[in-house]
């Protein structure tokens, strides 16, 4: 069973900065995708960040140029660096690695690590 152990969540005053880290345990493979997606209450799941087995970096448009995802080469593991967070960043943040391309491959998740921002 694919476990993956997230880290680094809490609470940070606007314009703060705080780092989250995912490690993916008891895989047999090295995931394609690997990131971070999170959810606000009343509001719908989104992608924060993604990074691929290349290199590939993907970010929503909301956090563009205020978080940076890295990743160990050749692990399934993951870093998210988030520099001047607003009160909007709030939620729980979701850590997920995707084993494959196809569209039949698995996508596992984490439980969630709440990021709260306060004003």
């Known amino acids: 069973q694919v476990h993956l152990m997230e880290s680094g969540g809490g609470l940070v005053q606007a314009g703060g900065s705080l780092r989250l880290s995912c490690a993916a345990s008891?895989?047999?493979?090295?995931?394609?995708?690997m990131g971070w997606y999170r959810q606000a209450p009343g509001k719908q799941r989104e992608l924060v960040a993604s990074i691929t087995r290349g290199g590939r970096t993907d970010y929503g448009d909301s956090v563009k140029g205020r978080f940076t995802i890295f990743r160990e080469n050749g692990a399934n593991l993951v870093t998210l660096h988030m520099y001047m967070l607003k009160p909007e960043d709030t939620g729980v943040y979701y850590c997920?690695?995707?084993?494959?391309?196809?569209?039949?491959?698995?996508?596992?998740w984490g439980q969630g690590t709440q990021v709260t921002v306060s004003s």
């Open positions: 997920y690695i995707r084993e494959g391309v196809a569209v039949e491959s698995s996508t596992y």
């Open positions: 008891g895989s047999t493979f090295v995931g394609v995708t």
